[in-house]
């Protein structure tokens, strides 16, 4: 089977949608198909690692201008299709699927009408809802950016998206039906993301072996809840003075947690590790005892979580303390791979941190859970497998 993703390759980083596509994609080549993708160096179709591309969006005039970012948006969106046609030109094999990810005007759905294939569109959220939590958009732009989003939403052949409740929304909010959207939740590198002893993680980062970290990975984006994790930092500190937290990536909130961290008198108990390698993110996780998703209601509750950070942290054999919002505190509870508290609610957080950090065999016997469950459930591998057959069932109708 060809499938043509059509998307641009971005560099792989953690907790990012890149991930996802790399690991999905790299499974899929694995499996025998071929992938045509573009990247901005030397397009190719043939099985080999996802290459490496680079490509900044909108800038800075977004924020300032809600409308001009529309046609930003449209802008990148046509270069993106110009390319592609382009790229199909230079090839002699025509593709039997488009595979393409949620954008704004759809134009992934457009290039499998013009190829005469199916079109399979994979949502992992919802754009307007995005950019109104993150502050991207607001006003009429909000407005219209909404209605586009409903009006090209539903059009391609299968939709896959990675939460239930992100199917619920669809059906009943976009009017698109249920036999077309298709659930596939996130999964793990299972080889990369494996236990590993403590110690030895601990002494290869040069941390401290005589203090317990509490880990958070991912992007300091406002619906991961990352403030209530630094308010409760004081209050962990009084119970268990070794406890450090390492809050491993960047984000836009980083100089506000900063603050934050400063004003409650907490600055020496946070560390900022800053983006690291993907490749190193386990020895993090595996220098850890609890690891924390602390995820807010605004956006997630609406199409709940399907996080790779859970997954990752499961994978690892670490027990883990994140809100209680479809896709993620219900996993932790029916595994018993974690506990579940009320989103942004320092108070429980810091409870059940401190019940974990003081409670080695219950962290152990949830490590050991996560870690079973995501080896039979949630390997990258089982993800792209159900992707493929949905591939092939879109090419047999």
């Not at 209680?324 to 509870?333: H, R, S």
Request: proline share 4%; with cysteine.
């Amino acid at each position: 089977m060809n499938i043509f993703f059509y998307d641009i390759m971005r560099e792989k980083n953690l907790g990012t949608e890149s991930t996802h596509v790399y690991e999905v994609l790299n499974n899929i080549l694995k499996q025998g198909h071929n992938v045509l993708f573009y990247k901005s160096e030397k397009p190719m179709f043939k099985r080999e690692t996802i290459a490496n591309s680079k490509l900044n969006i909108w800038g800075n005039l977004r924020f300032k201008k809600p409308i001009i970012g529309i046609f930003l948006i449209f802008a990148t969106e046509m270069r993106m299709f110009l390319n592609a046609l382009l790229l199909l030109r230079k090839e002699k094999k025509k593709p039997d699927i488009v595979y393409y990810r949620h954008t704004m005007f759809n134009f992934g759905c457009l290039m499998s009408r013009w190829l005469g294939v199916p079109a399979i569109k994979e949502v992992n959220g919802l754009l307007a809802n995005e950019m109104q939590v993150t502050g991207a958009s607001r006003g009429f732009a909000l407005k219209i950016i909404n209605r586009i989003e409903k009006a090209s939403i539903g059009k391609a052949d299968r939709i896959i998206v990675v939460t239930s409740k992100l199917k619920d929304t669809l059906m009943h909010e976009y009017n698109i039906q249920e036999n077309k959207i298709e659930v596939i939740e996130n999964g793990a590198n299972i080889d990369l993301f494996r236990p590993m002893p403590i110690e030895t993680s601990k002494k290869e980062l040069n941390l401290n072996p005589g203090h317990s970290y509490i880990c958070f990975v991912g992007n300091f984006a406002a619906w991961q809840g990352l403030e209530y994790l630094i308010r409760c930092v004081p209050f962990v500190h009084e119970s268990c003075p070794d406890a450090r937290f390492l809050l491993v990536g960047d984000g836009t909130l980083k100089s506000k947690l900063l603050e934050m961290a400063r004003e409650l008198g907490v600055s020496e108990k946070v560390i900022f590790t800053g983006m690291v390698a993907y490749e190193k993110v386990p020895l993090y996780i595996n220098s850890s005892e609890v690891c924390v998703a602390p995820f807010i209601k605004m956006r997630n509750e609406r199409i709940g979580l399907s996080p790779l950070k859970l997954y990752e942290y499961m994978a690892c054999g670490k027990s883990v303390v994140a809100s209680n919002i479809t896709g993620v505190g219900n996993v932790l509870e029916k595994r018993t791979a974690g506990i579940s508290i009320e989103p942004e609610n320092p108070d429980e957080l810091s409870k059940a941190i401190i019940k974990l950090l003081k409670d080695e065999k219950l962290r152990d016997e949830m490590g050991r859970n996560g870690r079973e469950y995501v080896v039979k459930e949630h390997s990258w591998k089982s993800v792209a497998m159900k992707i493929i057959s949905i591939c092939e069932e879109s090419i047999k109708e």
